[in-house]
């Protein structure tokens, strides 16, 4: 199986990003994680443990990969190199205005960059409220260039009871943008509900 890159960038959504890597880990994924400096102190301040500890036990599953973010030699920064494609989770807007304009000074970017010349599946969830029109102009760039744009809303029709139901259902939001599933889950999926008389 050609892997999955996961890119995690310094927005909000920790639990985002470590839910994507578990879960394609539970799968038997190849798994290919780059994780920014601000994404590790995000870490650190929203999950009160160290990326690193996190990074350690990921790093004993054998389908799993870590390539630094300043690592520009690494495999996934070559369009010769395959893979099933690349979600950035969380998506800061500083990741995806420099997506947008093409610019590549990390591992991080320079994958994403090489997903959408490739023309593979690149899923961004970008975490930021309220949206100027800067940013609502980099994600149409990026739309328009096949990247999916798939911002982590809960799904209030399921009556998520905790931050985790939320993460799950975010988590296989990506996993069928990826092109993993053709469908969510028939739990998330959304089901009518009978009128009362």
């Not at 100027?132 to 799904?155: C, K």
Request: overall charge negative.
């Amino acid at each position: 199986m050609k892997p999955v890159v996961v890119g995690i960038s310094g927005a909000s959504g920790a639990a985002l990003a470590r839910g994507t890597v578990e879960e394609l880990l539970r799968r038997q994924m190849p798994t290919i994680v780059v994780c920014s400096q601000a994404a590790r102190l995000v870490w650190q301040e929203e999950l009160e443990a160290p990326f690193s500890d996190t990074l350690a036990q990921w790093q004993e599953h054998p389908h799993f990969t870590h390539y630094p973010i300043g690592h520009l030699r690494a495999p996934i920064a070559s369009g010769t190199f395959p893979t099933a494609g690349m979600a950035v989770v969380p998506c800061s807007m500083h990741s995806l205005a420099a997506m947008a304009h093409g610019l590549a000074s990390n591992l991080l970017l320079r994958t994403a960059d090489v997903c959408l010349k490739e023309r593979r599946p690149l899923v961004l969830v970008p975490r930021e409220t309220p949206i100027h029109s800067i940013h609502l102009e980099n994600m149409l760039t990026l739309s328009r260039m096949g990247a999916v744009l798939l911002p982590p809303e809960p799904a209030f029709y399921l009556k998520p009871r905790s931050i985790d139901d939320v993460v799950q259902f975010v988590v296989q939001r990506v996993m069928v943008a990826l092109g993993l599933d053709d469908s969510l889950p028939p739990e998330l999926q959304y089901r009518e509900r009978e009128k009362e008389d």
